[in-house]
């Protein structure tokens, strides 16, 4: 099963694809966490990638399409996954039908999480980001057991540098200008899903179950 999340930044993907992800037995790809951990580790690519991450800029095509084809070529892959902030521009998708093409094989579902703008400031502010695993909390909505702590590994949680008001409303101008044409452009392959994504978290999920099929 290949799924697509899309979605506004914050709109939910990370959160219902780490439970598909757990749900159906396949990888969680996504290309925010794959340039965070370049940027924990101190890579060259996690340089590169900081500067536009920092900005609220996407990081260039040159720079994310062949590090996820690379990624979705290796064996955990075999069986599906699920992506989760790729593609985010045209020109990435036609990249990765392209790649799938070769193969034989195509995305089954583009699942859209629509969340208006107005919700978004207010997801991204309280969004805390474990360090360590990569989990997400909400302060208000999803929070932690414990203020500040991850559920799962204890580690710290902390507020993405890209989370800061200044940054999301330069996220939502560019997500609307090059990532919202990918709504349209699966809608035409003819799998596109949408689910209400300002419900709470488990009844989006439910909804998601619902296409996917138990
Ligand atoms: P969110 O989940 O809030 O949408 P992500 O973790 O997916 O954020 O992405 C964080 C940042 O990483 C983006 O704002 C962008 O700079 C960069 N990024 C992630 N995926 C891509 C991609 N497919 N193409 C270009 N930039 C990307
Ligand atoms: P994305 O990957 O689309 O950027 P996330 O999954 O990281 O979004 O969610 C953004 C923020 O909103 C996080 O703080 C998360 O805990 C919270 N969140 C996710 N789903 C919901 C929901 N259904 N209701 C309220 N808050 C949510
Ligand atoms: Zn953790």
């Given at each position: 099963?290949k799924i697509i999340?899309l ?90 039908e ?8 195509s995305v089954d579902y583009a699942i859209n ?69 990918l709504?349209?452009f699966y809608s035409k392959k003819g799998v596109l899903k ?17 296409i996917?099929?138990?």
């Open positions: 099963m999340m979605g506004a930044p914050g709109a939910g993907k990370g959160t219902q694809a780490k439970m598909i992800a757990a749900k159906y037995g396949i990888p969680h790809v996504s290309t925010g966490d794959i340039f965070r951990a370049n940027i924990k580790n101190g890579t060259e690519l996690g340089k590169k990638a900081k500067t536009y991450m920092d900005a609220g800029q996407l990081v260039p095509d040159s720079l994310t399409v062949d590090l996820l084809i690379d990624r979705i070529s290796q064996d955990d892959c075999a069986n599906g996954y699920v992506l989760d902030g790729f593609p985010r521009t045209i020109p990435q998708a036609q990249c990765l392209d790649a799938l093409a070769a193969r034989g094989e999480v629509e969340v208006p703008d107005s919700n978004i400031v207010n997801r991204m502010g309280g969004r805390r980001a474990c360090v360590t695993c990569g989990a997400t909390y909400h302060i208000v909505h999803i929070p932690p057991k414990k203020e500040g702590i991850c559920d799962k590994c204890g580690s710290g949680l902390i507020l993405r540098d890209d989370d800061k008001p200044e940054t999301v409303q330069n996220r939502l101008k560019v997500y609307h200008e090059q990532t919202q044409p709504i349209d949408e689910v209400d994504g300002t419900q709470e978290m488990n009844a989006v999920f439910e909804d998601i179950v619902k996917l099929g138990a």
